[in-house]
């Protein structure tokens, strides 16, 4: 006969508690993720500045290639559309025009439409001439479809965010040897960040002043803390006369335009 044992009382196992966090423990932690954001966010802004400084001088340095690409092809001679000397200096006129050399094209003197001959002749991408990310001026691309068929920049103050070398000197600077060319010197600011257009040694706002990339004769860039970098040590943001818009006083005068205001 076969024995059947009954246990007796079975033992129930219970899990040991949860120990919740008391609010002094949470208030803790909320406190060290604060003090590790503090400490951390400052880098993390520097570094996304740098990366769009080091953009920005790539633009410049791209801008520099095209511009001596075209002074291969124009006898050494940098981009300028329709010049008349001592005539008021233009930007962003007529942009839609067909030729800019003809009838109808950019008025004299367009110190918008020099540059736009890079991007017509050398097939820039648009992109080029924007400052990236700049917290402070906002760019854009130039949306037109087909640069070769155009004059200018659809909107210089949006598609445009650098400053180039005013080819468009007085009679009085001509005569002194102003020309602008690839036989400028390696110390010749050749074009930078948008001028600000103070008049005074304000550094250009597409970094939010903090300095500005600049581009020399010889091709290369630098990121310079003060504007005070043309040959002579004066503001490449205006002619030596401390004047913005206005034509260069002697053959080193660098005076870099269109200006953001």
Known sequence: M????????????????????????????????????????????????????????????????????????????????????????????NAGAPDPFRPGGPLANDVTADLFLLLRTQRLPAVVFTCPLTDVNTFEPDPAPRPELRSNFTDRRKNLGYSYANPYPDAAAEAVGYRLSTRLGAAFALAADLNPGTGDSSNSRNHESRGQNVLFGDGHVEWLDSPLVAVSRDNIYASKRGIVYDSPVDAIDSVLLPAEQ
């Not at 503090?38 to 520099?64: D, F, H, M, T």
């Not at 300028?80 to 006129?93: C, E, W």
Request: with cysteine.
């Open 2 to 93: 076969r024995r059947v044992f009954i246990p007796s009382h079975r033992r129930t196992v219970r899990p040991p508690p949860v120990r919740a966090f008391t609010l002094l423990e949470i208030l803790v932690v909320v406190g060290i993720i604060a003090v590790l954001m503090a400490l951390l966010l400052p880098g993390l802004e520097k570094a996304r500045e740098s990366a769009v400084a080091v953009k920005c001088a790539n633009n410049l340095r791209q801008i520099g290639a095209a511009l001596s690409m075209y002074g291969n092809e124009n006898h050494g001679a940098y981009p300028r559309t329709s010049y008349v000397p001592g005539a008021a200096l233009a930007q962003g006129t």
